[in-house]
């Protein structure tokens, strides 16, 4: 092979040129060369990192819909699908005046949103039906026999146990809530009975079930409960709303220097059982109440959050429910009569041949009334004008324009921009005889029920053979109908104040297919803290949360950009570096030979050995 040699045509100092000037600008890329170079490197990781982001995020959206739609068909299905692992389930008796009814809950995973609530609903059996269980007679009716309330009330939950997967028992929250019934009872035959619960129960049964959840309610937490059922079931706790839904400007109490919330005005309840009677509704914080009238309490499952704190004015009217509304009446009548029988030296109403005319009984009904040694004979007249008439004192009413039944104070309703649902016997007396449940009307309930006490007592029983009446109405129904109606109207007209052409009122018992009872937001308040206790962080982190993922995944493109950015302006500084500094020798060492190259002047031929 041949070789070049240099070193016989140039001095040894132009070795030093070639070695320090020349090789270098082959070896350091130029300015516009690292820009161009760094641009390069930066657009394939850009690309890199949104293929990556665009693969990662649809993912999300379909693990998130995937999730979703696996609520929904926790949530939506008639029947509810107890083999689904994710279904928690919930179990409140109601031990009422009458009777006792066991209902069954279930709900599925909490999302993971601190705003909403548990998403709970009724069980539905393999038919459709709700997984509902009565019994008679109440179970105050065993106060003088408390060791019977375990075998008493046990039926009701042999039958919601068979319901419920097995293996969920021993998580299956258990609540038996005692009213009106109980309350009339003296505190040591409550106590025995409550006791007998306490006791028995957790021998028999594996639900979750504590000495705290046996209880007997007050009338306040009772109207507090269907004011929050009934709310639930219209979505008046969700605070996402459009504009067409009716807002509030809410003050949370306790906290004067917080911004008003705007959420959606909730709507008030009536509710009249067979002992008491109940009005609750949300008030303003300007609105002064007494604190035994008043319930202020965060629905929520964040104890810090205010999203779910209310203000809500509750009254309850022990001795006020249809039952014993009648029975007061019935009482006062043998009372006065016997009084007026003696002084008059009378008989009227001790003999079936001489009957006591009763205008809150329907037309020639012969009723008895009274014990054994004070018997009353009744016949009915069925005029519904005089009834109600005569059952005005029993409401107690005073002169106060703030007042109510006994009265009770009541905050102002604004009428005009108010809305309120009636359950119970209000829903009964408009529905279930006089077949016109919903939307109250005060002129056409009033025409309805005269028709119905002034018409013969044998012509509503052949119509009640017939099937003309609701399914679950009976005879007593039918016999104590006008009074009901005559006692409802006193009510709601004279003790609660409400205006003659009121129109915002709906007697219900299904609200949006579900049956609303005060059972539903006692185990809504009741479980309030579950929700965030029991969901796994994977769930938090992951498809429950979407604002939470989008959050992360922002935070991480903007990290990997900054860091991007950092490692390349580091290459680019360090690169200019060498480049200074390598121009720094040049002008330092550069002999007077270098002009001569850089100019071009004649160069001598260099020889070739071969």
Not at 193 to 213: A, G, K, M
Not at 267 to 289: R, W
Not at 381 to 391: A, N, V, Y
Request: aromatic residues 12%.
């Amino acid at each position: 092979m041949g070789r070049i040699s240099f070193s016989c045509l140039f001095p040894a100092s132009w070795h030093f040129s070639l070695s320090s000037q020349v090789l270098p600008r082959l070896l350091v890329p130029s300015l516009r060369q690292l820009l161009f170079i760094s641009l390069v490197i930066f657009l394939i990781g850009l690309v890199y990192l949104l293929l990556a982001a665009a693969r990662g995020h649809a993912s999300f959206l379909t693990k998130e819909n995937n999730f979703h739609r696996r609520l929904a068909r926790v949530t939506d299905l008639d029947a509810t699908d107890t083999s689904n692992p994710n279904l928690n389930f919930g179990l409140v008796v109601d031990c009422g005046s009458s009777g006792s009814r066991v209902f069954v809950y279930c709900w599925p995973q909490h999302n993971g949103n601190p705003r909403e609530l548990l998403d709970i609903r009724q069980m539905k059996d393999v038919h459709r039906k709700p997984v509902v269980m009565k019994i008679k007679p109440g179970i105050s009716e065993l106060a003088k026999t408390p060791e019977r309330a375990s075998d008493y009330i046990k039926p009701l939950l042999s039958f919601a146990a068979q319901h419920i997967p097995k293996y969920k028992h021993q998580e299956t929250p258990l609540y038996i809530l005692c009213t009106a019934g109980m309350r009339i009872l003296p505190e040591n035959q409550q106590e025995a009975l409550l006791e007998d619960l306490r006791t028995d129960i957790p021998v028999d049964f594996n639900f979750l079930f504590s000495d705290s959840h046996v209880e007997v309610i007050s009338g306040k937490q009772e109207g507090v409960y269907a004011w929050i059922g009934i709310n639930f079931v219209l979505g008046r706790f969700n605070h996402v709303h459009d504009d067409e839904d009716a807002v509030v400007e809410v003050h949370v109490p306790g906290n004067d220097q917080q911004v008003a919330l705007m959420r959606k005005r909730t709507a008030g309840v009536l509710d009249m059982g067979g002992v008491s009677t109940q009005i609750a509704y949300e008030v303003p914080k300007t609105e002064e109440v007494a604190k035994n009238l008043l319930a202020e309490f965060n629905l929520g499952c964040d104890a810090h959050s205010t999203d779910h704190v209310y203000r809500v004015y509750v009254s309850t009217f022990l001795g006020f429910g249809g039952n014993a509304a009648r029975q007061r009446y019935e009482e006062s009548f043998v009372r006065n009569t016997v009084t007026r029988n003696r002084l008059l030296g009378q008989h009227v109403g001790e003999t079936a041949e001489s009957p006591l005319l009763d205008p809150c009984l329907p037309t020639d009904l012969q009723d008895e009334i009274g014990s054994p040694a004070q018997k009353l004979y009744l016949r009915g007249t069925g005029d519904f004008d005089r009834c109600r008439q005569l059952l005005q004192p029993f409401l107690n009413r005073t002169n106060d324009t703030q007042s109510s039944l006994s009265g009770v104070y009541q905050p102002a309703i604004d009428y005009r921009n108010s809305q309120f649902y009636g359950f119970s016997e209000f829903y009964y007396c408009t529905e279930d005889v006089l077949r016109m449940g919903g939307d109250y009307n005060a002129s056409k309930y009033i025409q309805v029920a005269k028709g119905y006490c002034a018409t013969q007592w044998k012509t509503l029983k052949k119509r009640f053979d017939s099937g003309l009446y609701a399914s679950h109405a009976d005879l007593h129904r039918l016999k104590y109908q006008c009074f009901k109606s005559a006692w409802m109207y006193e009510v709601l007209h004279s003790g609660f104040s409400f205006p003659t052409n009121y129109e915002n009122l709906k007697t219900a018992l299904l609200v949006y297919e579900k049956e609303v009872q005060w059972t539903l937001g006692a185990i809504l308040y009741r479980t309030r803290f579950l929700p965030l206790r029991d969901i796994p962080q994977e769930s938090l982190k992951g498809a429950h949360s979407h604002w939470r993922h989008s959050f992360s995944f922002l935070s991480n493109c903007y990290l990997f950009l900054a860091c991007f950015f950092i490692v390349l302006l580091s290459i680019m500084l360090y690169l200019l570096r060498l480049r200074r500094i390598h121009r720094r020798a040049v002008q330092r060492y550069t002999p007077s030979s270098v002009p001569w190259l850089e100019m071009s002047l004649g160069s001598p031929t260099l020889p070739v050995n071969l």
